[in-house]
C-alpha cells in the first residue's frame, strides 16, 4: 500500500482532491464527503487489515496439507523452494503492515504538529481575543443603547402623562363651569317661562273677572227691566181694579227695588271685587314682566361668565403650551445628558479594550511558556525513543487513533 499523495483524501478507496483551506493550522486530509473523516478512515483500515488477515489464513489453510492426508507426491523433494514462498508471502504481510504502520505514524506526526504549531495556537487565540472584543463591544453598545431608549421613553411618558393630566384637569374644569352656566341658564330660562305663564294666566283671570263684572251688570240690568216692566204690568192692571191696592203695590214695588237695590250693590260689589282681582293679576303681571327682566339680566350674566370661562380656557391653553416648550426644553436637556453619558460608555469601552489587550499580551506570555513546556516535552519524547530504539514497537493499527484536541482546529470532514 503506497503513500497518500498530498492532494488526494487519504480515507482507503477514495481518490478524491482534498479542498485547500487558507485557515491557519494543519491542512485537511479528507475530502469534501461527510463519510470520510478520520475515524471512518481508521474503522475502514482495520476491517481491510482484518479482510486481508483472514485472506491469507485461508490461503495458508488451502496450501497446508491436514493432519489426517498422505502428503503429495513430490512434496518432501523442494522444502527450499516451499520456504522461499512462505517467505514471499511473509515479506509482503510484513511490507503492508509495514505501509500502514509508516501511514498510521505519518497521521501522528501531523497531528502532533497541528497541536504543537505555534501559529495555529496564537491564530486561535488572536481570532478568540478578537471574537470576545467584538461581542463585548457589542454587547456594551446594545446595552448603552437600550438604557437611553428606555430613560428617552420613560421621560417622554411621564411628560405626556403629566401634560396629559394637566390639560384633563383643565378641560374638566372648564366643562364644570360650562355645565354650570348651562344649569343657570336653563333656569333662568325656566323662571321666565314660569313668570310669563304666570303673566298669561293672570291676564286671563283678570279678563274673566271684567267678563263676569259685565255679566252681573247686563243681569242686573236685564232683572231691573224685567221687574220694572212686571210693576208697570201690574201696576196697570191693578190700577183698574182698585185704588186701594194701589198703595200696597207700590210698598211692594218699594220692597222689591230696595231688595234690587241690595242685589245691585252685591253685584257692584262683586264688580269691586272683580277689579280688585284684576289689579292684583296687573301686579303679578308687572312681578312677572320684572321676573322675566331679572332673567334677561342673569342670561346676560350667565353670557358674560360664558366669556369670562373662554378667556380662562385661552388661558388654560397658553399655559400648556408653555408648559410644552418647557419640555422641549428640558428634552434637549436630557438627550444632551444621554450624550455625555454615550462618551463616558465610550471612554469605559477604550478602556476595557485596553484591559483586553493587557489580557492579550498575558495569554501569548502564557502561549510563549506553554511552547517553551512543549519544546522540553518534545526532547523528552525523542529522549525516551532513543532509549526505547531497541524494544519491539507495537503495530498500531492495533490502536485507535489519538482524540484530536478540542482546541486545535477543526478539520472540514
Known amino acids: 500500500m503506497a503513500a497518500s499523495d498530498a ?3 487519504n480515507f482507503p478507496g ?3 482532491p482534498v479542498p485547500r483551506s487558507s485557515a491557519p493550522g494543519r491542512p485537511p486530509q479528507y475530502c469534501d464527503l461527510p463519510e470520510h473523516t478520520r475515524w471512518r478512515a481508521w474503522r475502514e483500515r482495520q476491517r481491510l487489515e482484518q479482510e486481508t488477515a483472514e485472506g491469507a489464513t485461508a490461503e495458508e489453510g488451502r496450501t497446508e496439507p491436514s493432519a489426517g492426508a498422505a502428503p503429495p507426491a513430490g512434496a518432501g523433494a523442494t522444502p527450499v523452494t516451499d520456504a522461499r514462498l512462505r517467505a514471499d508471502e511473509l515479506l509482503t504481510r510484513f511490507s503492508v ?4 504502520l509508516a501511514a498510521t505514524l ?4 501531523e497531528a502532533f504538529a497541528a497541536m504543537t504549531d505555534p501559529a495555529g495556537v496564537e491564530a486561535q487565540v488572536e481570532a478568540a481575543r478578537i471574537d470576545a472584543a467584538r461581542r463585548v463591544a457589542e454587547a456594551d453598545s446594545a446595552r448603552l443603547d437600550a438604557d437611553n431608549r428606555r430613560r428617552t421613553a420613560e421621560q417622554s411618558r411621564r411628560s405626556a402623562e403629566e401634560a396629559a393630566a394637566s390639560a384633563i384637569a383643565a378641560a374638566g374644569t372648564a366643562e364644570r363651569m360650562a355645565d354650570e352656566a348651562v344649569t343657570r341658564r336653563e333656569a333662568a330660562l325656566a323662571d321666565r317661562d314660569r313668570a310669563a305663564d304666570e303673566a298669561e294666566r293672570a291676564r286671563g283671570e283678570r279678563e274673566a273677572a271684567r267678563a263676569e263684572y ?7 240690568q236685564r232683572r231691573v227691566d224685567a221687574a220694572e216692566r212686571e210693576a208697570a204690568e201690574r201696576v196697570g192692571a191693578e190700577r183698574q181694579r182698585s185704588q186701594a191696592e194701589v198703595a200696597g203695590v207700590r210698598e211692594e214695588a218699594r220692597s222689591r227695588e230696595a231688595a234690587l237695590g241690595e242685589q245691585l250693590a252685591e253685584q257692584r260689589r262683586a264688580a269691586e271685587e272683580a277689579d280688585r282681582r284684576a289689579l292684583e293679576a296687573d301686579h303679578r303681571a308687572e312681578r312677572a314682566e320684572a321676573d322675566a327682566a331679572e332673567a334677561r339680566g342673569r342670561a346676560e350674566a350667565l353670557s358674560a361668565e360664558r366669556d369670562r370661562l373662554a378667556e380662562g380656557l ?3 391653553r397658553g399655559a400648556a403650551e408653555e408648559d410644552r416648550a418647557h419640555h422641549r426644553v428640558e428634552l434637549a436637556r436630557q438627550q444632551t445628558a444621554a450624550a455625555d453619558a454615550l462618551t463616558e460608555a465610550k471612554e469605559d469601552a477604550a478602556a476595557r479594550l485596553a484591559a483586553v489587550d493587557d ?3 498575558q495569554a501569548l506570555h502564557r502561549a510563549e511558556r506553554a511552547e517553551g513546556q512543549l519544546d522540553e516535552a518534545l526532547a523528552e519524547l ?6 526505547g530504539a531497541d524494544a519491539e514497537p507495537v503495530p498500531a493499527s492495533a490502536r485507535p487513533p489519538a482524540p484530536e484536541d478540542p482546541g486545535s482546529p477543526a478539520e472540514p470532514d
Not at 106 to 109: E, K, Q, V
Not at 214 to 220: P, R, S, Y
Open 7 to 9: 492532494n488526494t483524501c
Open 314 to 316: 385661552e388661558r388654560a
Open 382 to 387: 525523542r529522549r525516551l525513543r532513543t532509549q
Open 359 to 361: 489580557a492579550r499580551a
Open 14 to 16: 477514495c481518490s478524491r
Open 214 to 220: 259685565e255679566a252681573g251688570l247686563a243681569e242686573a
Open 97 to 100: 503492515q509495514t505501509e500502514q
Open 106 to 109: 505519518g497521521s501522528a506526526r
